[in-house]
């Protein structure tokens, strides 16, 4: 029977939600345990870990802040923890990206990236050409090695009582590589790229001032702004707003488009949203055709009734 | 210094391909084929290294089919020095390029391995990370910046998702170049002509010395689901119930 | 500017049917005689073949007198025309077949291919390249390069990251000069650089305008169960109402694709006309739509064409150089097959270019026109001469009468020559005293929306770049052609590059959506003021047709 092994992502203090949706991944998986490990130097992330259903253990490996997000570092420590799983997961973060090949190259497994879905116990689905085909694969004889792309789940939620286990795994760390900063990215709005809400305009929002209402609403949400390509060539807002086959592919939670009409090109790049709603005027906008919720009205009246209906909330 | 740059034929980021109906694949008959662009990177970078005078070789390597000469002579025209092709006629998987680049590594003795992150056909983002490992070589993945520091150092920024971090890795070391490290020059017709008697290499895979390594067998291969139809609302209120509803408010 | 030079004896511009048979002409020419000959060929497209589109069928004759052995060297040319059906469609229900002996002889195609020319072409730039030929694709020739004494000297090759504005990006490449003894103008249809040398070296003295049309083809993937490889089928008739020119074919090719497309004169007077929703309807058509239910579209694109034929012929030698193929065109307007045409073209022109070189320095090239003359091309151009404008002046079916009595019986050796004096440009009526058209909305299985379509063509060009669509007159389509003929541009254009938009406060202004074009050349040739210039774009930008 299956023995999983999750390697959880966090900050330091906080376990990132990646970790949870990835569990629920993992969970799919026939099983009979499934263990989280932990590396870094403190141990609230492995409490943290410790309440998600369904974990069975969490490893706690004790790792020196400076060394705790170094694959060179990692790599020797989930290779040796592996010995006593069959399967081993990491949520497809950049964390994960780079840690999870070495860990395979080192195994001699072929890994499977970015699943998607679970096919049974070593079958999984995952996209490959940006997301234009959708492969089922089957990983070989040996240990699975797979990264999981977290938000294709959702999370597992918390309430269990697994425990902490300390662990010493007393191995040599290479120190050919060294920490020298990071730079965390602060903006005081969300990052489009990785925001769980995005409100996108188009050329419907006629102008600058129109996505200074937009901005306002988003501000109240918590959300990002992005564009259509024809609001970039108009001149609205600068072209790293720009979403689409050929800028930014977005997949937050909640997508909310204002006058635009949903070119194929545009919705390329929203095609993993979460809920993607569309205000148009126009009752045969194509954006219709793939909106989860659509309204057929004046984007300038929504705009101002949705903020108050949020500031009634 | 000498520096290996690694490059994989991919179908074109413009083209806009189709599932076969049977499953097998998809269609890439007659399909536009190029450089795959985060590689296309990484020999721009290998190139600015070599200009800024750290480097005095720059080697270009593919793996694959013969139809990657042209990706190779690409390569050469942009300023590579010299290619070599490692010839493999089935699906070239990441774990088997990083042990073919293990083994060239081997006997070219690069100090520096240059690569895209990720190929845009499989989109696995391994092949770096793995050749890093098995040659027990630092690795620095996702990089936006590459300074050569002397002493045997190279200095990388990496894109990360908490935002840029920073690593000094002692050299030799596997670097994997994301988009935002450089703008890739334009080919010029002088330098096509030139790189046309640059020597390009030919080798063939089974005459590596490389062990025996697992490939993932990919089942089916389908156009993704489109998505299912929504509803439309009436107002703002029942939009925001809605919202509400689906828990995304 | 300073600008680099490379210099080759010959430099032909555009990879297609007619500079790649030039170019694998002189190369094997030169071989037999012993000669050195160094040639080039310059390719707007980011690869040979990338901006290729065609039918196509295909005339052997022309190929096997380049490649006698062209079965032995695996040219894509694998499908024989095996049934072929002539039809008249009335209305969105009734097919007329025309029984066999009524059919004109231009229009059967026994005997001929059913080939992709996109693939024959990538083809020949191998078979090119394995005689020596440089071929540099993703370059366009963007202007001419003149000797002192005003012949032509080669070309430049366009700029390379300018910004909209047309300032220098970091990264700035200036185009190089392409120098040669001789220069071969091969773009196809409406070459920019052809339209230069026309006006230049006054080519079309004495000639009639050049007619055109714009053809619209999809390329989709059906049931194995409905394929039928070889069958050919062309249609003329609904959906376009009998004032307008045009028709559709569909080429079943092998691999269970089919190619399919619709043509409409450029000569329509009804500026509320738009070629791709024509296209869009004619396949909702009872004959043609059961064969595409279930099936998939692989792709998509559009590309103008020469439909004046004989009246039409420019000169096409000047001073340092030719014009061959469509850049002249050479295609047959009777049988809208140009290919064989284009291919022959280039074989003379290597001919004469040898005879040049041969003839000692300084030779020229007009001795092209003598071999023109005496060619194949010509007379075929000749004994079709009546066709077009006998179905322009009389419609389909009394002209269409003409056509087979002309063709079948008579060989075309009427005593007299009918003539369309007026260019395309110039017969679009006022758009208020033409009756708008109703299209059917796209249906998402058979008939598609626009920008999904222009997805499948796989244009891509660089943003930040100056717009290769300039305007003489910036005022002209707001001032004249709105209220004129409500912007005809906006429905022309196969890929929405020109949009009128109002702003809020309702104040219109033209968008030129440059990133969409597919470089058909149909709004350099149809605007009615003459007021847009097609210029080529970065190098490699532009569609990235597969098998087209
Ligand atoms: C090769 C290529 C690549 C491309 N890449 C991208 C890309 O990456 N990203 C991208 O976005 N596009 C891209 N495009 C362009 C794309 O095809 C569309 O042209 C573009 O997305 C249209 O933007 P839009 O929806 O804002 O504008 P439009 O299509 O003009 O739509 C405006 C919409 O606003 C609605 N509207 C107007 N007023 C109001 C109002 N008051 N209230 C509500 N609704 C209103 C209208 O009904 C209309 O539907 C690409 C095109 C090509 C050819
Ligand atoms: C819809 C349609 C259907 C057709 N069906 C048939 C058919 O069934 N049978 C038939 O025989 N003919 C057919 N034709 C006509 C046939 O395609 C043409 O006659 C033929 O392609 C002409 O060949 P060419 O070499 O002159 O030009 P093209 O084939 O047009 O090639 C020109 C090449 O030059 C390149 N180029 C242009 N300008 C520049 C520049 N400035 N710098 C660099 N490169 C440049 C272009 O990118 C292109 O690759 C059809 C045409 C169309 C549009
Ligand atoms: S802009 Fe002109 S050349 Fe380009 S696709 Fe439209 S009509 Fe054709």
Redesign the interface.
């Known amino acids: 029977m299956n023995r999983i092994l999750l390697i959880a992502e966090h900050?330091g203090q906080n376990l990132d939600p990646a970790t949870a949706k990835s569990l629920t991944c993992a969970l799919q998986i026939p099983h009979q345990t499934l263990d989280i490990a932990v590396f870094g130097s403190s141990r609230a992330p492995a409490e943290s870990a410790a309440k998600l259903v369904g974990v069975n253990r969490v490893l706690f490996v004790e790792l020196p802040e400076n060394q705790a997000?170094?694959?060179?570092c990692l790599?020797p420590l989930v290779v040796e923890l592996s010995a006593d799983y069959t399967h081993v997961l990491v949520p497809a973060?950049?964390?994960g990206?780079?840690?999870?090949?070495?860990?395979?190259?080192?195994l001699?497994?072929?890994?499977?990236?970015?699943i998607v879905a679970v096919d049974g116990d070593r079958?999984f689905k995952r996209?490959?050409?940006?997301?234009?085909?959708?492969?089922?694969?089957?990983?070989?004889?040996?240990t699975v090695v797979a990264s999981v792309r977290a938000n294709a789940f959702k999370p597992t939620s918390a309430g269990g009582q697994a425990v902490v286990e300390t662990v010493d795994l007393n191995l040599e760390l290479?120190r050919?590589?060294?920490?020298?900063?990071?730079?965390?990215?602060v903006s005081e709005r969300p990052d489009l790229q990785?925001a769980s809400?995005v409100l996108a305009g188009g050329r419907g929002v006629g102008g600058k001032s129109g996505f200074d209402d937009l901005y306002r609403l988003a501000d109240k949400l918590g959300a990002a702004v992005g564009a259509s390509r024809a609001a970039v060539d108009a001149g609205f807002v600068p072209n790293d707003l720009q979403i689409g086959q050929t800028s930014k592919i977005i997949a937050p939670?909640?997508y909310i488009a204002f006058g635009i009409s949903g070119a194929f090109q545009h919705l390329a790049g929203i095609?993993d949203a979460?809920?993607?709603?569309a205000v148009n005027t126009d009752p045969n906008a194509p954006i219709?055709?793939?909106?989860?919720?659509?309204?057929?009205?004046d984007l300038f009246e929504?705009i101002p009734?949705?903020e108050q209906?949020?500031a009634n909330k | 210094m000498k520096i290996l740059v690694a490059v994989k034929r991919v179908?074109?980021?413009?083209?806009?391909?189709?599932?076969k109906?049977d499953g097998s694949g998809?269609?890439t008959?007659?399909?536009?084929m190029s450089i795959n662009p985060f590689d296309e990177i990484a020999v721009e970078e290998a190139i600015r290294i070599k200009e800024a005078g750290h480097a005095d070789e720059v080697l270009v390597v593919s793996i694959g089919s013969d139809a990657c000469q042209e990706q190779l002579r690409a390569a050469l025209a942009m300023g590579a020095d010299r290619a070599l092709l490692v010839k493999c006629d089935r699906d070239v998987?990441?774990?088997l390029a990083?042990k073919a680049l293990q083994a060239l590594v081997g006997q070219e003795r690069p100090q520096l391995v240059l690569m895209g992150k990720q190929a845009?056909?499989?989109?696995?983002?391994?092949?770096?990370?793995?050749?890093?490992?098995?040659l027990?070589?630092?690795?620095?993945?996702?990089a936006s910046r590459i300074v050569i520091a002397g002493a045997g150092k190279v200095?990388v920024t990496?894109?990360?998702?908490?935002?840029?971090?920073?690593?000094?890795?002692?050299l030799p070391?596997v670097i994997s170049t994301d988009l935002r490290l450089n703008?890739p020059?334009?080919?010029?017709?002088?330098q096509?002509?030139k790189a046309k008697s640059k020597p390009l290499q030919m080798l063939d895979l089974a005459d590596l010395p490389i062990?025996?390594?697992?490939?993932?067998?990919?089942?089916?291969?389908?156009?993704?689901?489109?998505?299912p139809?929504?509803?439309?609302?009436?107002?703002?209120?029942?939009?925001?119930d809605?919202?509400k509803e689906?828990g995304?408010? | 500017m300073e600008r680099?030079s490379?210099a080759f004896d010959v430099a032909i511009v555009g990879a297609g049917p007619a500079g790649l048979a030039a170019a694998i002409k002189i190369k094997q020419l030169a071989g037999e005689r012993g000669l050195d000959v160094s040639v080039c060929v310059l390719e707007k497209g980011?690869?040979v073949?990338?901006h290729i589109l065609s039918g196509a069928l295909l005339e052997i004759k022309a190929l096997e007198a380049l490649f006698p052995a062209w079965r032995d060297l695996q040219a894509p040319v694998g499908v024989t025309v095996a049934e072929e059906e002539l039809c008249y469609l009335a209305g969105s229900q009734h097919a007329v077949k025309f029984p066999d002996f009524a059919v004109p002889k231009p229009l059967r195609n026994h005997g001929h291919y059913v080939v992709?020319l996109?693939?024959l072409c990538?083809w020949l730039g191998k078979q090119a390249e394995g005689l020596g030929v440089?071929i540099?694709a993703?370059?366009a020739a963007d202007s001419l390069l003149y000797r002192e004494d005003g012949g032509i000297a080669g070309v430049v090759?366009g700029d390379?990251?300018l910004d909209k504005q047309g300032r220098q990006k970091?990264?700035f490449?200036a185009g190089?000069e392409?120098r040669a003894k001789y220069t071969l103008f091969a773009e196809g249809c409406h070459g920019h650089l052809g339209k230069q040398l026309t006006e230049r070296y006054c080519l079309r003295e004495g000639a009639d305008p050049q007619h055109y049309g714009i053809g619209i083809k999809e390329v989709w993937?059906i049931d194995a169960a409905k394929h039928r490889p070889g069958n050919v089928l062309h249609t003329f008739g609904w959906p376009l109402d009998g004032s307008s020119e045009g028709g559709g074919f569909l080429y079943h090719l092998d691999?269970q694709q089919v190619a399919l497309g619709f043509i409409v004169g450029l000569n329509y007077a009804n500026p509320h006309l738009n070629p791709y929703q024509e296209m869009q309807r004619w396949k909702l058509h009872a004959k043609i739509k059961p064969l595409l239910e279930g099936g998939?579209r692989?792709a998509y694109g559009a590309r103008a064409l020469n439909k004046g034929g004989w009246q039409s012929l420019p000169r096409m030698s000047f001073p340092g150089g030719l014009l061959l193929g469509c850049d002249a065109g050479l295609l047959n307007p009777a049988k809208l097959r140009g290919i064989h045409n284009a291919l022959r073209s280039g074989m003379l022109a290597a001919e004469t270019v040898l005879e040049s070189f041969a003839a000692g320095d300084g030779a020229e090239l007009d001795n092209f026109e003598q071999k023109f003359r005496a060619s194949p091309i010509y007379s075929e151009l000749y004994q079709a001469r009546n066709v077009a404008p006998a179905l322009s002046k009389w419609g389909p079916l009394l002209g269409g009468a003409f056509f087979w009595l002309d063709q079948n019986l008579l060989a075309g050796r009427l005593p007299f020559t009918l003539r369309k004096p007026r260019a395309d440009h110039a017969v679009l009526k006022a758009a208020a005293a033409c009756p708008p058209i109703d299209y059917p909305c796209p249906d998402g299985k058979i008939s598609f929306d626009l920008m999904a379509s222009v997805?499948?063509s796989?244009?891509?060009h660089e943003a930040d770049q100056p717009c290769h669509l300039q305007l003489r007159d910036a005022d002209v389509p707001l001032a004249v052609n709105w209220p004129q003929y409500a912007e005809p541009a906006q429905r022309y254009c196969p890929a929405k590059v020109y949009e009128v938009v109002a702003d809020a406060n309702g104040n219109r202004g033209l968008v030129i959506n440059a990133q969409n074009c597919v470089h058909c050349k149909t709004c350099d040739i149809k605007d009615p003021a003459q007021n847009i210039d097609w210029r080529p774009p970065e190098?490699g930008g532009g569609p990235?047709y597969?098998?087209m």
């Open positions: 900050n997000g170094l694959a060179v790599c973060t950049s964390f990206r780079d840690l999870l090949p070495r860990v395979a190259a080192k001699n497994a072929a890994q499977v990236s970015d079958c996209y490959v050409y940006a997301g234009n085909a959708l492969i089922t694969v089957q990983a070989p004889a040996g290479p050919h590589t060294r920490l020298l900063g990071l730079n965390r990215s990785s809400r939670d909640l095609k979460g809920v993607i709603v219709f055709e793939v909106a989860d919720i659509g309204l057929v009205a929504v009734q949705l209906a949020l | 179908v074109d980021y413009n083209v806009q391909l189709h599932v109906s998809v269609e008959d007659g399909v536009k998987q990441p774990l990083a845009i056909d499989d989109d696995a983002c391994q092949t770096p990370q793995m050749l890093a490992g098995l027990d070589w630092p690795q620095a993945t996702f200095e990496r894109e990360v998702d908490a935002g840029l971090e920073t690593l000094s890795l002692d070391t703008e020059r334009y080919i010029k017709i002088p096509i002509m062990t025996e390594t697992p490939l993932l067998n990919i089942v089916t291969t389908s156009a993704p689901e489109p998505r139809a929504g509803v439309r609302v009436g107002s703002v209120a029942e939009l925001v809605a919202l689906k995304v408010l | 680099e490379v980011s690869e073949g990338a992709s996109a693939n990538r440089d540099f993703g370059f090759t390379m990251g970091p990264g490449q190089i392409v993937k691999g998939t692989l997805a499948l796989n244009t891509h190098g990235n597969t098998n």
